[in-house]
């Protein structure tokens, strides 16, 4: 599901990345305003995208129904690549 441009999982479906980054801005957020409270946003805010891109490689991973994983060419060829 998209929402606003952004990628929305199942409510249930937290990975760590996305622990991590629920507690570092939380963390930030409680911060007094100022330049630590700023790194701290902006870090943050670097976690969320990288528990995205996490999601997104785990979901490029995993097979599609009913399709055969393709074999690397070497595979197929009985090479090895040493």
Do not use: F
């Amino acid at each position: 599901m998209v929402h606003w441009g952004r990628r929305m999982t199942r409510p249930g479906s937290k990975t760590d990345w996305d622990d991590k980054a629920g507690r570092a801005i939380e963390t930030a957020r409680n911060l007094p305003p100022g330049a630590e409270r700023h790194d701290a946003m902006k870090k943050a805010g670097l976690m969320r995208r990288m528990a995205a891109l996490v999601e997104e490689i785990n979901r490029r991973e995993r097979p599609v129904r009913g399709k055969r994983s393709r074999k690397l060419k070497s595979e197929r060829s009985g090479e090895t690549a040493d």
